[in-house]
């Protein structure tokens, strides 16, 4: 056995060898134009995530500010236009800005680190989708300051939001923030699926992947399936009906607004999952970080992923069993509602099996996890009531539908996060997150979010409409929304304890080391944070968790150049290694690219030359971004 | 390169822990780079938009009596048609160039995108003189609406790759370019292939719908 591998191998379990040369290869640019031309998946990955979180606050402080409007009858704190307006940034902030975007940043984060491959397939792609999102965010709360506001709802129905009920700029911004945020979540979800299909690390066939690449895989294709279509809904049918006098949503001229809910619905849908299945990823990891074994039934849990994301897309009516249509529609729809809670309940029971035969190690992440079981399982079992037509068409449009969807989406999408926010936080600072002070913030959390949603369902079956920005004192709602309030501003405190723990944590947390938790998938496998390459030798593995697997069943890969950015593509099924890949260098043209197509994308909310002013400024940028470089040949 | 055996029951074999890949080539043209499953993954996202539109299409026709609307001429099928020969003709010049791409054959590849560029501009001249013929625009009424975005989006989506194609004929007539830019040629025909084979569908719903699913008044 060669020494020097053996010497490395204690310090790191892929080898370690010439880490200088690697790091001068992948090392970014220093200043204004190197911090705007970055490529690495990491530091991409967290602009994600921080400024995802940014807008959960902003979100979060809008849903405040209604609750506290609902919090006695009659109450004037809030007009009914204010009113509108902010139920429908809250929607689409925590949607479009908040949750597919944080889940879009934890994948680019985490999976070429879980895969062992040094960046995403396509990292100037990554930054430019990270660009687009930050555009539309900053497109539309700059409007929202400025009282343009949309007041239509975050799905924005017409004839409601359409030219003749809505006039001024409000929904127009809405229709084209989409547009930027979609073209954000096609970016990320080409190059995750690329990297996933065509970078892991030699020998993880595809039944030795980890959990949450299989759901960053499955959630990727779903998305490029569903967001094309809310960009046909908002930009083709609402913008242009409203800026250009088409007639997809005007009755009078053969138009139905109709077709639009189930164009939107055809995404809105999937869209639930696009959110929740990364998040059933998270807690699969969560699960064998804390039980030391890898989940029980791996292939049914990945057989229900994928069933999942089939189903979700027929699921999309039964967000429309108000609005008449065949009865016959309506039973096919309410029984593939019900069917997806099969699929669910599969993976819900092989976790249950994996924390009884696991050894618990019961950390705040867990806390999260179980929280999360708790809620989803609630929010499930309202779901399939709500899958019910008569059922549905009593709760339509009351706070208990409400009630039901923040137990799906919070529960669902949102603890799960948190838990993986714990989780990996190690990871991404190298820093241990204080234990007591997490769980602290996840009793307050969930006791908070029970507290606010719960009585929603009650005061929903006694009559209250959602959307509603004040009620008489005479309906007994009073005490209910009263609770609610309180429990939001619960959360409020749960809240800051945990962006308490993430900041002293960062700063002073104990020093974490390469693994805190002996887990078993390759992210672990590296320093924390990893260096800009990730993994100074790519590694080389034999099963599904590489790191519980004895020295001989793991490896490293050497013959790859340091003096380029070099990354192995293998074959799509087994993963054998086909050829070496250079990666492009970091460059500050998607950058230039995602400004220009922005100057004119917000141009189109005005005039449709607008587009083709982003269509002019966009392909100047591509062309720059594209534009060879030396050297031209790649010998090897 | 053989990785460990993958036969059943193979945990106690132990694998050579040191992977060698400097034997591999440095670049690959062909399906297997990422790249060309990029641009596959782009055209599925450009497929679902159309395959929506053409939902569209047939949900609005489905919810009127009179198709296309009165005042609205059928359209002429004899353009349309013969417009598809130089369009899909056009496929060869891309297939050449990608061909060419592979074997490093900067003639083949420059006669290659010429052929196609050529073809396809004659398909977008019969193309304008079509649309010229149309009358009634978007404005009209919600027929109108969907015909027109139909055609401005695939016309957008074939001008767009034009022009990235005009771009790779300059880079590789004026020779600067490597492996990465033949690998944009070769990946530059999958678009185009889709573009062609997507079009089929639409110029069915566009031209026949009307003739095929219409109704007079």
């Known amino acids: 056995m060669n020494p020097v591998l053996e010497t490395a191998e204690r310090n790191e379990p892929f080898g370690n060898l010439e880490p200088e040369a690697i790091d001068k290869t992948w090392r970014d640019e220093r200043g204004l134009k190197g911090w705007l031309s970055v490529t690495t998946h990491q530091a991409i990955g967290k602009r994600y995530i921080v400024t995802a979180f940014m807008f959960l606050l902003l979100g979060g402080l809008e849903a405040l500010l209604m609750r506290l409007q609902l919090s006695s009858p009659e109450n004037t704190f809030l007009g009914p236009g204010r009113y509108n307006q902010l139920f429908t940034v809250h929607g689409t902030t925590m949607m479009f800005l908040f949750a597919v975007p944080v889940m879009e940043g934890m994948g680019v984060y985490f999976v070429p680190l879980m895969l062992g491959t040094r960046n995403v397939a396509f990292p100037r792609l990554n930054a430019f989708g990270y660009w687009m999102y930050l555009a539309g965010g900053l497109l539309f709360y700059g409007a929202a300051l400025t009282n343009t506001a949309p007041d239509a709802g975050w799905f924005a129905y017409p004839p409601l939001s359409g030219p003749q009920y809505s006039p001024g700029k409000g929904v127009d911004v809405w229709a084209q923030m989409i547009t930027f945020t979609e073209i954000s979540a096609l970016c990320v979800a080409v190059e995750l699926i690329a990297t996933i299909l065509r970078m892991r690390a030699p020998g993880m066939s595809l039944n030795r992947m980890p959990l949450f690449c299989w759901g960053m895989l499955v959630q990727s294709f779903m998305v490029l399936f569903a967001m094309p279509a809310v960009m046909v809904a908002s930009t083709v049918m609402l913008l242009n009906d409203r800026t250009i006098g088409t007639h997809f949503v005007n009755p009078a001229e053969g138009g139905d607004p109709l077709l639009y809910q189930h164009i939107f619905w055809f995404f809105g849908h999937p869209e639930v999952y696009i959110i929740f299945i990364p998040a059933l990823g998270m807690v699969s990891a969560i699960m064998e970080g804390s039980t030391r074994r890898g989940v029980f039934g791996y292939p049914a849990v990945v057989l229900s992923l994928v069933a999942n994301a089939f189903v979700a897309f027929g699921l999309w009516v039964h967000h429309m069993f108000a609005t008449g249509l065949p009865q016959i529609g309506e039973a096919y729809f309410t029984a593939a509602s019900m069917m997806i809670a099969i699929t669910s309940g599969v993976i819900i029971f092989c976790w249950i099996a994996t924390l009884w035969t696991g050894r618990i190690h019961l950390t705040a992440a867990l806390h999260f996890v179980f929280g999360f079981i708790v809620i989803f399982v609630l929010g499930g079992m309202t779901g399939v009531m709500l899958a019910s037509v008569p059922l549905n068409l009593q709760a339509h449009d009351s706070y208990f539908v409400v009630g039901h969807f923040h137990y799906v989406l919070i529960g669902g999408a949102l603890f799960p996060l948190f838990g993986a926010f714990h989780y990996w936080f190690p990871k991404f600072t190298g820093r241990m997150i204080d234990e007591r002070l997490g769980k602290i913030a996840f009793w307050i959390l969930f006791f908070g979010f029970n507290l606010t949603f719960f009585p929603m369902h009650i005061v929903g079956l006694n009559g209250m409409t959602r959307r509603i920005y004040t009620y008489p004192e005479i309906v007994g709602w009073q005490n209910m929304n009263l609770l609610a309030t309180a429990g939001a501003f619960t959360i409020l405190l749960g809240g800051i304890v945990f962006i308490a723990n993430v900041l002293t944590s960062r700063k002073s947390g104990a020093p974490a080391g390469n693994d805190p938790w002996e887990a078993g998938t390759l992210e672990w496998a590296t320093s924390s944070p990893p260096a800009n390459y990730n993994f100074v030798h790519l590694p080389f593995i034999n099963s599904r968790y590489p790191l519980w697997a004895g020295k001989a069943d793991r490896g490293f890969v050497t013959g790859m150049r340091s003096d380029r950015r070099e990354v192995l593509v293998t074959s799509v099924l087994d993963a054998e290694p086909h050829h070496r890949y250079v990666l492009p260098g970091s460059t500050i043209w998607p950058f230039v690219t995602a400004a220009g197509l922005s100057v004119g994308l917000v141009g189109s909310i005005f005039a449709f030359s607008g587009y083709f002013v982003a269509s002019a400024l966009g392909m100047i940028g591509v062309i720059g971004w594209f534009w060879p470089r030396e050297p031209l040949e790649m010998k090897p | ?217």
Request: include cysteine.
């Open chain 2, 1 to 217: 390169m053989v990785l460990a055996a993958r036969t059943p029951g193979d945990e106690a074999v132990t694998t050579p822990r040191v992977l060698d890949v400097s034997g591999l080539p440095a670049y690959d043209i062909s399906s297997r780079s990422p790249l060309w499953l990029g641009q596959l993954l782009m055209c599925l996202i450009e497929g679902s938009l159309f395959l929506i539109l053409i939902a569209m299409y047939f949900y609005l026709r489905l919810s009127v009596d009179v198709w296309p609307p009165p005042g609205v001429q059928l359209p002429n099928l004899i353009l349309p048609t013969l417009a598809l020969i130089p369009l899909i003709a056009s496929c060869a010049g891309s297939y050449l160039a990608s061909e060419a791409a592979k074997m490093n054959d900067r003639r083949g590849m420059l006669v290659g995108m010429a052929l196609n560029l050529v073809l396809a501009i004659v398909f977008l001249v019969l193309r304008t003189v079509e649309w010229y013929g149309l009358n009634f625009t978007w404005k009209a009424d919600v027929h109108g609406s969907i015909v027109w975005s139909i055609l401005f989006l695939h016309t957008y989506d074939v001008v767009a790759d034009l022009i990235m194609t005009t771009v790779l004929v300059v880079l590789v007539a004026s020779g600067r370019y490597g492996e990465k830019q033949r690998l944009g040629v070769h990946v530059d025909s999958v678009l185009w292939y889709f573009l062609v084979a997507i079009w089929l569908p639409l110029y069915a719903v566009v031209y026949w719908g009307s003739h095929v699913v219409g109704a007079p008044q």
